[in-house]
């Protein structure tokens, strides 16, 4: 179960995972489903609709898609829309906000589905604590899988993550889950030290299982994306973010081009990778890394490419000559995997997981993060010896096949699967939330619609301004009903003095509260509430 899983959601490291392992325990025999959001453009049904959304929460099937994707069950959960209305968390708290509001449909889908046919375990990130009520309240066996905490983007300021308020509730519900799993995986050791440094996490209780790779599909022999035309090419494949650590790339390009100028090298530089809002002030990154360029004269060295599907991807590898992963952090990056599993040359930095699958002088070089001058050094040494690139390129190859390929990897989840599940049947009695699954939900919704009404009634009696603009909506949406509140209102202020306040007048503020009651109604069925 995961937010992310291609081609719907995704090709960032999470989806590529969930698909690399999902197809992985299919080859070994397993049945797998994955519960996964669907594309962004499919909407909810309208809030309105009663009939849809009980057909929605309580019955969990009739607007998700249930789809078999390459052998594999995948249940696409909609998801725009959904509790946007609720204003009040979706100013003060977006991030949690999204969070909640997309774990609650996974969840229900979940839920649905395990009380038909009960799956034997939950794989699912750490990742906005996917994971959280299934976890705690021992639905069934979880396993957490370590992708990148939350608590570690604050930390270390990744995409100006800061300590707010918000990113902290984030954070809390992470830990939660992983505290409350029956196992953790951890792609590497490096990750695994932060979880134990972060929240005391027993480090010998996080399984290290390294990510799968398909070796088959992303192997040296085949098609290529850029013909051999006399160049050497150098490959970075990678959102535009500064975690990612292209600028530093970016900086060291025309340094390359001065050590490389008396060897009569042709090279160019190939950059591979969606443009974020992660510069300064939320700006997008692609037009600085341009900028950089054109101040140096090497725009014409350097091809950047959005969006490649992953089924093109391994042609683009082969396509290269040097691949490079500049990254400030990262756990297990799959831009390293693809490209060694492809048979090429690849720099790391010394950030994260990346020194536990390069062999440093092996199968790849490692150089230290955020250091132009180590990129320039190592691309141009690289760049200028054929035959090192051949060996780097060959043991690399030789590595994955060796200890990574998914089959393999899929053995090791399915031993810590079957861990997770002798723990479970051992804690179940000891649950952090021992009521039932639907009561779960219950509850999880309940506590957002407090929030969310603790806000409204906040804001409603301090700002003029949102008490203005609430009758403004209301008077073009329910007229009927903005006329019978002022009509009570001002019989409650008149009738006050005479104390014979007429029948009709509380038989309309009956009516007011029926109203009431029956939109907080539909307001808790938005939310997953059992009827």
Same mark, same amino acid.
Do not use: C
């Given at each position: 179960m995961s937010k992310e899983y291609p081609p719907d959601t995704g090709w960032g490291g999470i989806g590529t995972y969930n698909y690399q392992i999902a197809h992985g325990l299919k080859a070994i025999g397993h049945e797998v489903e994955v519960i996964a959001l669907s594309k962004a453009d499919v909407p909810m049904p309208s809030n309105g609709d009663l009939h849809h959304l009980s057909n929605h929460f309580d019955q969990g099937a009739e607007n998700a898609k249930t789809l078999e994707e390459e052998g594999i069950v995948v249940h696409r959960v909609p998801w725009q829309g959904h509790m946007?209305?609720?204003?009040?968390?979706?100013?003060?708290?977006?991030?949690?906000?999204?969070?909640?509001?997309? /774990?609650?449909?996974?969840?229900?889908?979940?839920? =649905? @589905?395990?009380?038909?046919?009960?799956?034997? !375990? $939950?794989?699912?990130?750490?990742?906005?604590?996917?994971?959280?009520?299934?976890?705690?309240?021992?639905?069934?066996?979880?396993?957490?899988?370590?992708?990148?905490?939350?608590s570690k983007f604050i930390e270390e300021r990744f995409h100006h993550t800061t300590a707010a308020f918000d990113h902290q509730l984030i954070a809390m519900f992470e830990r939660l889950a992983m505290v409350s799993a029956d196992a953790l995986i951890s792609p590497s050791s490096d990750?695994?030290?932060?979880?134990?440094?972060?929240?005391?996490?027993?480090?010998?209780?996080?399984?290290i299982v390294k990510n799968p790779?398909?070796? /088959?599909?992303?192997?040296?022999?085949?098609?290529? =994306? @850029?013909?051999?035309?006399?160049?050497?090419? !150098? $490959?970075?494949?990678?959102?535009?973010?500064?975690?990612?650590?292209?600028?530093?790339?970016?900086?060291a390009i025309p340094h390359i081009f001065e050590k490389i100028a008396v060897d009569n090298l042709s090279v160019r530089f190939v950059i591979i990778g969606s443009d974020t809002t992660t510069a300064a002030g939320h700006q997008p990154v692609l037009p600085q890394l341009k900028q950089m360029l054109a101040k140096s004269g090497c725009t014409d060295n350097v091809v950047f490419l959005s969006h490649v599907p992953l089924a093109e991807m391994p042609a683009y590898y082969r396509s290269a000559d040097i691949c490079i992963a500049p990254s400030l952090y990262d756990n297990a990056p799959y831009t390293c995997l693809e490209a060694m599993s492809c048979g090429r040359p690849l720099i790391g930095t010394d950030a994260g997981g990346m020194p536990e699958y390069i062999i440093d002088g092996e199968s790849g070089l490692i150089i230290p993060a955020a250091d132009t001058d180590a990129i320039v050094q190592a691309v141009t040494k690289l760049l200028k010896n054929e035959e090192e690139r051949l060996r780097l390129g060959?043991?690399?190859?030789?590595?994955?096949?060796?200890?990574?390929?998914?089959?393999?990897?899929?053995?090791?989840?399915?031993?810590?699967?079957?861990?997770?599940?002798?723990?479970?049947?051992s804690k179940k009695e000891r649950a952090v939330?021992?009521?039932?699954?639907?009561?779960?939900?219950?509850?999880?919704?309940?506590?957002?619609?407090?929030?969310?009404?603790?806000?409204?009634?906040?804001?409603?009696?301090?700002?003029?301004?949102?008490?203005?603009?609430?009758?403004?909506?209301l008077l073009l949406s329910r007229?009927?009903?903005?006329?019978?509140?002022?009509?009570?209102?001002?019989?409650?202020?008149?009738?006050?003095?005479?104390?014979?306040?007429p029948p009709f007048i509380s038989r309309l503020n009956e009516q007011i509260e029926n109203k009431q009651n029956e939109q907080e109604r539909l307001v808790k069925l938005e939310l997953g509430c059992p009827k």
């Open positions: 946007d209305k609720h204003s009040g968390m979706l100013m003060t708290a977006p991030y949690s906000h999204f969070m909640f509001k997309t /774990n609650m449909l996974l969840w229900n889908k979940l839920l =649905a @589905i395990h009380s038909l046919r009960p799956f034997d !375990v $939950l794989e699912t990130p750490e990742h906005l604590a996917e994971g959280l009520i299934p976890a705690i309240a021992k639905w069934l066996p979880v396993v957490i899988k370590l992708h990148t905490p939350y990750l695994a030290t932060y979880l134990f440094r972060d929240m005391n996490y027993p480090l010998n209780e996080i399984k790779i398909d070796a /088959n599909k992303f192997a040296p022999d085949g098609p290529r =994306a @850029i013909p051999a035309d006399g160049h050497l090419t !150098v $490959l970075f494949v990678g959102r535009l973010e500064e975690r990612k650590g292209v600028r530093y790339l970016i900086e060959k043991n690399a190859r030789s590595y994955i096949l060796e200890k990574i390929d998914r089959s393999q990897i899929a053995k090791q989840n399915e031993a810590v699967y079957k861990l997770a599940m002798a723990r479970f049947a939330y021992q009521r039932s699954p639907s009561q779960s939900l219950a509850d999880a919704s309940g506590m957002f619609y407090a929030y969310q009404t603790m806000l409204y009634n906040l804001l409603y009696v301090h700002s003029w301004r949102f008490r203005i603009g609430r009758w403004l909506k007229p009927r009903l903005l006329l019978a509140k002022l009509i009570v209102r001002v019989s409650d202020k008149f009738f006050s003095f005479t104390g014979n306040q």
